[in-house]
């Protein structure tokens, strides 16, 4: 049910005063990347991600790593391949005033190497197929579309590639580490997990790189890889996807209802007076059970993931970021997350005096996900 305009103008006003305050879990992971790779898997992604400001400090990690101006410029362009031109030039364009305000603060910080002249008469279809060979672990050709083929052996894999200011390992690391942040990318993800391991990153080495993502970009781009790295190594992948850059905390656990609960599920309240307003997360497969409020409209606001919602005698409805439900008094019904996502929502209720909540039995049974 969607809701009227009082409880739109309700909404409205109840959210104001609340803060986005983004929550980052982080995996625990031993890590085997040095500080530099670290940086260059973060630079990277938040190339791929658009995330202007988070590159910004990246870059400045970076370069109070060690990095080289050479070394970031050659890994911002090459991504102009994989993320376009909008993405590499506004990269480049941060680089540079990241660099001028550190001469302005007295940081001079090295150029670096650039790359080698290429040999007079450098065969750059010849080398970059070679080299597309052994990344892909075959010979590969997309005759479905010719000039794309030729674009990817001669440029991208013989002219780019070829710039040997960054090896071939640091450039599948930077590749793997942008594709993390692409939705729906996620065969050219586990591609290029095969051809980092093909172009001399070592397995504890691709690994490492989620643990490096969840800390310093985000949970949804640390768990495409994971799941990538899985489905290339031939391991069982249960990890429910997570909420990308929850805009709520994810709170405690909500130990107060848990027996109301199956699984875990997480509460923080965003505002507290005459109608407190409550941000609930739901680790994946976790619902509340059937329950009924008396004396009082429930509203909920879809933040983050994919949830279910049902009235009982109703088909399940499915919810995503941006979806409104309003719970009609004395309506039973049931809401949590779906087998495979965490699901958040925001919740406050309109209660009568003497309102009250009647809790029922367990849920059983999964809709079939994309059912409404």
Not at 348 to 354: D, P
Request: glycine share 10%.
């Amino acid at each position: 049910m969607f809701m009227n305009i009082k409880c739109k103008t309700l909404i409205a006003a109840a959210l104001t005063a609340l803060a986005c305050i983004p929550a980052k879990a982080q995996k625990n992971m031993e890590n085997v990347l040095n500080e530099k790779q670290q940086h260059i898997v973060a630079i990277s992604c938040l190339e791929a991600k658009g995330d202007v400001k988070g590159l910004a400090a990246a870059i400045e990690g970076g370069l109070d790593a060690g990095l080289t101006v050479s070394q970031i410029k050659e890994a911002l362009s090459q991504l102009y391949a994989y993320t376009g031109f909008p993405r590499s030039l506004n990269a480049l364009g941060t680089l540079q005033g990241v660099l001028d305000g550190r001469k302005q603060r007295g940081l001079n910080d090295p150029e670096g190497r650039d790359a080698d002249p290429l040999p007079a008469g450098y065969d750059a279809l010849k080398q970059g197929t070679e080299v597309q060979t052994k990344l892909s672990g075959r010979p590969f050709d997309y005759d479905f579309a010719p000039a794309t083929d030729y674009y990817l052996k001669a440029h991208l894999f013989g002219d780019i590639f070829a710039r040997n200011n960054l090896t071939h390992a640091q450039r599948e690391l930077v590749t793997v580490s942008a594709l993390s942040a692409l939705e729906g990318c996620g065969s050219q993800l586990k591609s290029h997990v095969n051809g980092a391991r093909n172009m001399g990153l070592s397995d504890a080495e691709i690994r490492s790189i989620p643990a490096v993502l969840a800390a310093r970009v985000g949970d949804i781009e640390a768990w495409r890889l994971r799941k990538a790295i899985a489905e290339v190594y031939g391991e069982e992948f249960a990890e429910g996807r997570p909420v990308a850059d929850p805009m709520f905390p994810k709170g405690e656990p909500n130990t107060a209802y848990a027996k109301y609960f199956v699984g875990n599920s997480y509460l923080a309240p965003l505002s507290t007076g005459k109608i407190p307003v409550s941000n609930v997360t739901f680790e994946p497969g976790c619902r509340n059970n059937w329950h009924i409020h008396h004396g009082g409209i429930q509203v909920l606001i879809c933040v983050g993931g994919d949830g279910w919602y049902q009235e009982w005698g109703k088909p399940a409805r499915l919810l995503k970021p941006g979806d409104v439900v309003e719970i009609p008094e004395g309506v039973k019904h049931w809401h949590g997350a779906t087998s495979d996502s965490w699901f958040q929502h925001v919740t406050f209720t309109v209660a009568g005096e003497g309102a009250s909540n009647e809790w029922l039995e367990p849920v059983t049974g999964e809709p079939a996900r994309g059912e409404e």
